[in-house]
Structure formats: C-alpha cells, structure tokens
C-alpha cells in the first residue's frame, strides 16, 4: 500500500519556483504520524533534510540553505503537506522525498518511518 504519494517536481530555470505535494493515504499508518519532512538526494551525494512540520501543531524546521527560500505547509482536509520552491538554484537539482516519522524535530532520515516515491526536481542554468 503507498503510504505517502509526492507530485510536483520538474524542471525549471534557475530563479523560478515549483510546489510539491504529498499526499497520505488516509487508510495508511503513515497519516497518524506527527512528523512530516521533506529530504532530497543528488545524484552521488547522501539524502538530506530539507524541512519538516508537524502535522498536529505549528512548528517548521528548515535547512540552513533552504532559510528563506522554501515554504512547508499543510491541509489537513487534503492530508497534504506541501513545499513551495522559490529562487531555485542548479544546486537544488535532486530527487525530492517526503516523509513521516514520530517528529518534526528530528532532521536525521533514519527517524521517518514512511517514505514515498520521490520526485526529480531539475533547475537549469
């Protein structure tokens, strides 16, 4: 069963922007988790947080080189968590995942429990 289901990467100019959405199945355990984070991977580099929110309260957590750029947000009526890309950068090429866990706080992928798909997020020069 897909727990968590990504939509929205693509390909983009250096300077635009992109929203991605994930989705929880409502059916999944994945939707009673607290934590939801977004974590991206480059091709040949480690997997990294990106952002995460907590889906019961009002904290966020951002990377340092997100800080103003990148917005997570959620809607609970769509089970949804998105992440608004703006001033993109070719450094921001990766495949985009989100994710679920016990916490917001927590950066470390090894604390999220569920994971989806992923999503490729290009950015041209």
């Known amino acids: 069963q897909v727990q968590l289901e990504e939509s929205g990467g693509g390909l983009v100019q250096a300077g635009g922007s992109l929203r991605l959405s994930c989705t929880a199945s409502?059916?999944?355990?994945?939707?009673?988790?607290?934590?939801r984070g977004w974590f991206r991977q480059a091709p040949g580099k480690e997997r990294e947080f990106v952002a995460s929110?907590?889906?019961?309260?009002?904290?966020?957590k951002y990377a340092d080189f997100v800080k103003g750029r990148f917005t997570i947000s959620k809607d609970h009526a769509k089970r949804t968590v998105y992440l608004q890309m703006n001033s993109l950068k070719p450094e921001d090429t990766a495949v985009y995942y989100c994710?679920?866990?016990?916490?917001?706080?927590?950066?470390?992928?090894?604390?999220?429990?569920?994971w989806g798909q992923g999503t490729q997020v290009t950015v041209s020069s």
């Open positions: 994710a679920a866990g016990n916490s917001y706080y927590y950066v470390q992928s090894n604390m999220y429990d569920y």
């Open positions: 409502a059916s999944g355990r994945a939707f009673s988790r607290d934590g």
């Open positions: 929110i907590s889906w019961i309260g009002v904290n966020t």
